[in-house]
């Protein structure tokens, strides 16, 4: 079966950077794109970017142009996003979700604090 | 990069239909077949209700169903249950593979 579980909390103080990753398991890891999203405490859903899994072309909001970066590894069918220069508004629960009949399959989520 | 126009909050009674709207562009919305749907349970990942405007993946009831005219999509659910009180987001392909989302709604079972 198809799933998408991605790494655990992560804690970070302001202007630091953070990695999460999102490792897939139960279809052809190049089959399909990868989106990322976020969710702040209280707030909706926010698209970052994009990855084309095949190729590693990416597509990021223009919110986070310039901070954040997706790429793939292909051996270990995994995804990562990283985001830099951290403020106290990128706390928020951080979503892979991987494309195809609409954002089908989801990741548990991952929930970055940003702190002092 | 807007964001969709989606009604802060909708309700109806058990059996009743609601039904949510979504207000884009001509660049998302109006410019592509590829609105979908989400359903938000508090704490939880959201999943998939509708794709590619009005299909139903796999296991979703047939209650839930999606339509576009122009610049705007709506999520109608038929037949309003307990269990389908949850936050919902439209969501549209606007193009060179960028995404972009409504505001949410949320859905109270009076």
């Known amino acids: 079966q198809v799933q998408l579980v991605q790494s655990g909390a992560e804690v970070r103080e302001p202007g630091a950077s953070v990695r999460v990753s999102c490792k897939t398991s139960?279809?052809?890891?190049?089959?399909?794109?990868i989106i990322w999203m976020r969710q702040a405490p209280g707030q909706g859903l926010e698209w970052m970017g994009w990855i084309n899994v095949g190729s590693g072309n990416t597509q990021y909001s223009q919110k986070f142009q310039g901070r954040v970066t997706i790429t793939r590894d292909t051996y270990a069918s995994t995804v990562y996003v990283e985001l830099s220069r951290l403020t106290s508004e990128d706390t928020a629960v951080y979503y892979c979700?991987?494309?195809?009949?609409?954002?089908?399959?989801w990741g548990q989520g991952t929930l970055v604090t940003v702190s002092a | 990069q807007s964001a969709l126009t989606q009604p802060r909050s909708v309700s109806g009674s058990p059996g009743q239909s609601v039904t949510i709207s979504c207000t884009g562009t001509s660049s998302d919305i109006g410019g592509y077949n590829f609105v979908s749907w989400y359903q938000q349970y508090p704490g939880k990942a959201p999943k998939v209700m509708i794709y590619d405007v009005n299909q139903r993946p796999s296991g979703v009831p047939d209650r839930f169903s999606g339509s576009k005219f122009g610049n705007a999509a709506s999520l109608t659910i038929s037949g309003l249950q307990a269990e389908d009180e949850a936050d919902y987001y439209c969501c549209s392909y606007a193009g060179g593979h960028t995404l972009v989302l409504g505001g949410g709604t949320k859905v109270t079972v009076l």
């Open positions: 979700a991987r494309n195809g009949g609409g954002l089908g399959y």
């Open positions: 139960g279809y052809r890891f190049t089959n399909n794109d």
